[in-house]
């Protein structure tokens, strides 16, 4: 079947660093756009991210950048700023898209680039709405989200290891910048989009209900371990020691729970003592506390084949707990049509995810990602028209580098 | 300041439940599009849930339901399934577009929609590749972060409390939505899209290396309580017991760091007696209990506010950790003009956030969540010609339900 790249023909040029700004450009790549990641000469900060190979090659900055070009230039210099400004205004009508989270640098501000390129479409993504500096970490611990993270009695903040706000604010970008391009092709307007990492994060805050119950009850929820807010969820251990976590959102999901862990009877008997109503959610959250009680002993009581294979035949939403390790070799991914084989030029060869989603039932494949530099010289030949020597010039003045320069010593 | 819309006049039927389609809907609401959320009569599962006001109002629906139109009917009666087809259906030039995570609907499957409209724009979001069931919890559980989240001597699983799967799944599914507009737009073509939940989790993982990293190198990262992976950071307590998030990212963030906790000569003696290279990103994560002593003691030894001055004098990425109740309080929330005041029926008055991402200046504001059924009447007149008597008709057979219907006894 062949694969529907939506936005095939249309060209981005990001000028970014660690995750947002890179999964937005690598999204876009993935529905088809082509995509040309603008760095400076050996690299920025992230280029050498853990984790890394045994060479030292980063396995981050792969994952981040599949399917984009490389250039790299002197962006310090007025002749790299210039070069790089061409590659974004003369792009032809579906191109002048710029992705960044290098803010505040006026050669590449909206206005700048807007001058000669009006139907520019821009999106900056700062660290904060008053544009200053924040990143996942600083963000999350000011959200209200570690603090209710992790064991009941734990007293000190527990951040989450997914960088959540990044890969949020990155879809956010790239979302921006396809509702632009819509906007343009009806209107002809270009878009300026600013879109600060943590207003991410604070929105989400508020869409989840978190920060509104804080405003609207003045109360805000508690610490719970792994058990879910107003609902009966919990994890559990096996008699071999695998952790399960189980879900029940609908009566039918809970009466599957009691019936499959043998507690019908016993949680009757509860729900009459407490006088509680097990059928409203509310008070199977309450008493969340007893039931796990009850619960714990037929999973301590069974080993982890014998849970699966109890829960397998029920309602009950269930999954049991994995390493990366496990999760690596599991046909969830190895038999996933979304992981291709990927060869990854300094990483390897390995099982690389696609896009997440099937468009007329297939995955667009995962593609290989850049050395820094390895696109300068096809570009600079294909966009602007430069010559061999012209090439030549602007890499031994400093002012570029390919990728064959990036490998040298120095 | 005119509020850009990029996507006005676009129309999208969502049958759905919980947080990824809402968000997906909703965010696609805030673009500009008119979005008719399709339940069942007296609401979906997800109508009650928690956080609730004291009278019991889910602040939780009213959250991520901002900016639609409610049409409430029967949809286990044809009678119910035709009118919410024709909504999907006879929506103009702009319409044809069904996002859902009610999967295995054969009547309002792909297949069956796209006879009547060939054009048609359809996402579905399944629990797993397979078809199975999964929510974020569950999901999440066969990831890996959970085994890696939280202090380096916790044995068990620690859960994230932020729905971060579902959260990316639903920004997505409206960024598939978008790139299929304008894929149509541009070639007349419709497009059947499928958006599995734990596909999502598993392209992640893989994207930001910590699947990758197993498949590689054959190992995975370690659980490491608050520390970055790869790079110095880490949270520190102040003489007041508040609690700092602390990020290094270059050599100049770490050095600003040795200075302002007055720790830059023993930092040189311990890279000495280490024979640690502390201006690479690895040295300085390899050694971060050393460092993490050092620069334990000036945390200890000075109040939040010290901290806070001293910190701010620095390129050091920093914030303290806050609650909810906090941040509600927080100029960041309460000055940032993301968030405008809401008069949310049921709810009450709060700040709400808009749209994270300003376009041309402006954040498009949020909009108050109806009450299921609230347009079914109006929905019905202005999109299907129907007149109040075929209205009342349909009402009194229990075909549909308006708002005024739902708030009765029963």
Redesign the interface.
């Known amino acids: 079947m062949a694969v529907?790249q939506?936005?095939a023909g249309v060209r981005v040029v990001e000028i970014s660093s660690?995750?947002a700004v890179p999964?937005a450009g690598?999204?876009l790549a993935q529905?088809g756009c082509e995509v040309i990641r603008v760095d400076p000469i050996g690299g920025a900060?992230d280029y050498?991210?853990?984790?890394?190979?045994?060479d030292g090659a980063s396995?981050?900055w792969?994952?981040?950048n599949?399917g984009k070009r490389s250039v790299s230039a002197n962006m310090r210099s007025p002749q790299g700023q210039r070069l790089i400004q061409r590659l974004i205004i003369e792009s032809g009508p579906r191109g002048g898209i710029l992705v960044t989270n290098a803010v505040g640098r006026e050669w590449h501000s909206y206005h700048t680039l807007a001058e000669e390129r009006p139907d520019l479409i821009h999106?900056e993504v700062p660290g904060?709405?008053?544009g200053s500096?924040?990143?996942d970490?600083?963000?999350?611990?000011?959200?209200?989200?570690?603090?209710?993270?992790?064991?009941a009695d734990?007293a000190?903040?527990?951040?989450?290891?997914?960088?959540?706000w990044d890969?949020?604010?990155g879809?956010?970008?790239?979302?921006?910048v396809?509702?632009?391009?819509?906007?343009r092709?009806?209107t002809g307007e270009g878009?300026?989009?600013?879109?600060?990492l943590?207003?991410?994060a604070?929105?989400?805050?508020?869409?989840?209900?978190?920060?509104?119950?804080?405003?609207?009850?003045?109360?805000?929820?508690e610490r719970l371990g792994?058990s879910?807010?107003?609902?009966y969820?919990q994890?559990f251990?096996s008699s071999d020691d695998v952790?399960?976590?189980i879900?029940t959102?609908?009566g039918r999901h809970f009466r599957d729970l009691t019936e499959v862990t043998g507690t019908t009877k016993v949680v009757a008997a509860l729900s009459e003592a407490l006088g509680a109503d097990f059928t409203d959610?509310?008070d199977r959250?309450r008493h969340r506390d007893a039931l796990t009680g009850l619960f714990t002993v037929w999973f301590r009581e069974h080993t982890a084949a014998e849970i699966t294979a109890a829960l397998s035949a029920t309602s009950i939403?269930?999954?049991?707990?994995?390493?990366?390790?496990?999760?690596?070799g599991?046909p969830?991914?190895t038999a996933?049509?979304?992981?291709t084989s990927l060869h990854q030029p300094r990483?390897?060869d390995?099982?690389?995810?696609?896009?997440?989603?099937?468009?007329?039932?297939s995955h667009p494949p995962a593609a290989p990602a850049p050395a820094i530099g390895d696109d300068t010289a096809a570009v600079l030949r294909e966009r602007l028209g430069m010559s061999v020597d012209e090439i030549t010039v602007l890499t031994e003045s400093g002012t570029v580098a390919t990728g064959s320069a990036e490998e040298a010593p120095g």
Chains 1, 2 share one sequence.
């Open positions: 529907v939506p936005l660690f995750v999964l690598m999204t529905l900060a050498h991210r853990w984790p890394v190979t045994d396995i981050y792969a994952g981040l599949k999106l904060r709405a008053d500096t924040g990143v970490y600083t963000v999350n611990a000011a959200t209200g989200f570690p603090l209710v993270t992790g064991p734990h000190t903040p527990i951040n989450h290891v997914l960088p959540a890969v949020a604010c879809l956010y970008a790239a979302l921006g396809v509702a632009a391009l819509r906007h092709d009806a878009s300026r989009i600013r879109l600060p943590e207003n991410v604070l929105a989400t805050a508020g869409n989840l209900g978190f920060l509104t119950e804080a405003m609207v009850n003045g109360t805000q929820r792994n879910i807010y107003g609902q969820g994890d251990t952790s399960f976590m879900v959102l609908t959610e509310g959250y939403l269930w999954d049991r707990y994995r390493t990366f390790l496990e999760l690596a599991d969830r991914v996933n049509p979304m992981f990483v390897g390995y099982l690389a995810a696609g896009l997440p989603m099937s468009i007329g039932g």
